[in-house]
DNA sequence: TATGCCGGGTA
DNA sequence: TACCCGGCATA
């Protein structure tokens, strides 16, 4: 009793598929309606059902439990298919085992939608069309409410297919960068390479930071490789530090000797080997000249040719071009920035400076005729004498104002030329002139008539040893 | 001691 | 830059 009320409440409303009702090949589908008894067979007591089915098309027509049986085995096959990604069709179990003589009958019961609430079921009934959709729809709405969890707890990265083409960008620069930089015309210059770095970077729309720090970029190490592999920036800027810091050239020109200065040795193909080499050069004193040699011969053919106006062989050389060079040791690096940065100054001094001669003069007082000859040396070399021997600093120092530019270098030049004279000897003070003074000769009661330096107690430029 | 002059200071 | 001067070295 109370199975078969269960057994018909649970039939009524299942869905039965009926192929071939009209006659034509395509199937019809329909819900039971009603089930009545048959008493036809009742005489064989056997009892069967009639079941009222609507169909698709909207008639009724009723079924026996055989017609049902046969049309039954189709719709579950269908409606299974629809649903068993769902719900699988597992919840009828109990169901089957209940009433052995509804195994026909049970067959609707297979539905899914069996044993859901009547309210379900009469949805089933206005829209049965839908029913299959709706319930796909609703797995399809557990999926993405499951994907929402899963998402609102993981961070599912978003608009994916932008960020590649982002990548691909990227890609693109970096595999720009690396041909830059396994190119053998921008291996060596980081300047450059860094310039196409940024070019590229620019291009790609990405900063490289966020990619250095990332280390996305596992292949386009070339970018990293380029310290290991090429001269790299903080090595470089390194090694150039201890003759860049007194270098010569001021902040406008830095730029231009530092880019010198990498060409010069970024051309050299192994620049670390050139790193605490050091090189013994010879350096001309003489000023505003500073040119730098390999060789003391060079320096001195250079000083004896160039400055003392001397066309002749070394053999008729006296040894004064000693005073005018200097030996320095420095770094093959340093050699090079030396050259590049002292040899543009060089060709100015080929014209003796004015000083001298203009001070020679010193028409300030009457001994015109005692001075109107200078000795060869203070014609030949009076720069020289200022810069090697300090005994004429007072006269040179406004001469000295007079190469501006010179800056560091002078200071350094200056250092450098009176240390090794000095540690010789000869001009560690000039031993006092063996020769007449203005205060000798004018005494001291025509101390007016004194050149500027004895007056102010200077080596006396009137009257030069 | 006289002289030469370097180094530093000042205007 | 011109000028001055203290102080040192040297004859």
Redesign the pocket.
């Known amino acids: 009793m109370h199975t078969r009320r269960l057994v018909k409440r649970s039939v009524i409303g299942s869905r039965v598929y009926a192929p071939g009702l009209t006659g034509d090949a395509a199937p019809l589908t329909g819900v039971i309606q009603a089930v009545k008894q048959d008493n036809r067979d009742a005489s064989t007591g056997h009892r069967r059902n009639v079941y009222t089915v609507l169909m698709q098309d909207g008639t009724l027509k009723d079924f026996s439990e055989e017609e049902i049986a046969q049309m039954t085995a189709k719709a579950p096959l269908k409606s299974s298919l629809k649903q068993s990604s769902c719900n699988g069709g597992q919840r009828d179990g109990p169901t089957q085992g209940q009433n052995g003589s509804m195994q026909k009958g049970e067959v609707p019961s297979l539905s899914p939608e069996r044993t859901e609430e009547p309210r379900v079921l009469e949805h089933k009934r206005s829209g049965r069309a839908l029913e299959p959709e709706k319930d796909h729809t609703r797995s399809v709405s557990l999926l993405e409410q499951k994907r929402k969890v899963v998402s609102s707890s993981i961070d599912v990265p978003q608009a994916r297919k932008s960020e590649e083409e982002v990548d691909m960008d990227k890609v693109t620069a970096a595999m720009v960068l690396t041909s830059l930089s396994t190119s053998p015309l921008v291996r060596s210059p980081p300047v450059k390479v860094s310039e196409g770095l940024n070019g590229s970077w620019k291009d790609g729309g990405f900063t490289p930071c966020s990619y250095s720090s990332s280390g996305y970029w596992s292949w386009s190490a070339p970018s990293d490789q380029s310290n290991p592999s090429t001269p790299s920036p903080p090595l470089s800027a390194d090694s150039f530090k201890p003759f860049r810091m007194p270098s010569l050239s001021g902040p406008p020109d830095d730029n231009i000797d530092e880019h010198d200065g990498n060409s010069l040795l970024f051309d050299e193909p192994i620049p670390r080997k050139r790193k605490n080499s050091m090189k013994v050069m010879f350096k001309c004193l003489w000023k505003n000249c500073g040119k730098v040699l390999s060789t003391a011969a060079g320096i001195q053919r250079h000083i004896r040719t160039v400055h003392l106006g001397r066309n002749c062989d070394s053999e008729c050389s006296d040894g004064e071009e000693d005073f005018y060079y200097t030996e320095i040791k420095l770094n093959t690096d340093s050699v090079a920035d030396g050259l590049s940065s002292l040899s543009p100054v060089s060709p100015s001094v080929l014209s003796p400076p004015p000083g001298l001669d203009q001070r020679q003069p010193d028409g300030t007082n009457g001994a015109k005729s005692e001075n109107g000859t200078t000795t060869p040396l203070s014609r030949s070399a009076p720069s020289a004498l200022y810069l090697v021997?300090?005994?004429?600093?007072?006269q040179a120092?406004?001469?000295?104002?007079?190469t501006q530019g010179f800056g560091e270098q002078r200071s350094q030049t200056i250092a450098v030329l009176?240390s090794p004279p000095r540690a010789a000897g000869s001009f560690?003070?000039?031993?006092?002139?063996?020769?007449?003074?203005?205060?000798?000769?004018y005494?001291?009661e025509n101390r007016d008539m004194w050149c500027?330096?004895?007056?102010?107690?200077?080596?006396?430029?009137r009257?030069?040893?």
Request: charged residues 35%; positive net charge; proline residues 2%.
């Open positions: 021997h300090t005994d004429h600093a007072y120092s406004p001469t000295h104002s007079r009176s560690s003070r000039k031993s006092r002139g063996e020769g007449k003074k203005c205060r000798k000769v005494g001291m500027t330096a004895c007056r102010w107690k200077k080596a006396c430029q009257f030069v040893d």
